[in-house]
């Protein structure tokens, strides 16, 4: 059964850095594209960055430039490097283990979910 688990949320100010990790188990890292997707209150879940299996990667466009996706498979963990923050950027934050081996930001699919981590960002 796989299970993941999201860890480094907390709060920061404006232009500050956080680093999200999600510890996965009953999974290799091989096969499926992963991904981080943010949920801030009364807003729907929307794809932050997607990993593929060959190491591939996407950002939507409001985090270009400023977000870092990676994963280690040896040490079966998924990343997020989030510098430059800004308030907009306040939202839960979850993990996704997906459907396929292409990396892609739509919440269909993915099929394995974390419980999330908060960030929070002041201005």
């Known amino acids: 059964q796989v299970r993941l688990v999201e860890s480094g949320g907390g709060s920061v100010q404006s232009g500050g850095s956080l680093r999200l990790s999600c510890a996965f188990t009953?999974?290799?890292?091989?096969?499926?594209?992963m991904g981080w997707f943010r949920q801030a209150p009364g807003k729907e879940r929307e794809g932050v960055a997607s990993i593929n299996s060959v190491g591939g990667k996407i950002y939507a466009d409001f985090v270009k430039d400023r977000f870092t996706i990676s994963q280690d498979n040896a040490k079966n963990t998924l990343y997020l490097q989030m510098d430059s923050l800004k308030p907009e950027d306040t939202a839960m934050y979850y993990c996704?283990?997906?459907?396929?081996?292409?990396?892609?930001?739509?919440?269909?699919?993915?099929?394995?979910w974390g419980q999330g981590t908060q960030v929070t960002v002041s201005s």
């Open positions: 996704a283990l997906g459907n396929w081996w292409y990396a892609n930001l739509q919440r269909e699919n993915y099929k394995i």
């Open positions: 009953g999974y290799n890292g091989r096969r499926n594209s």
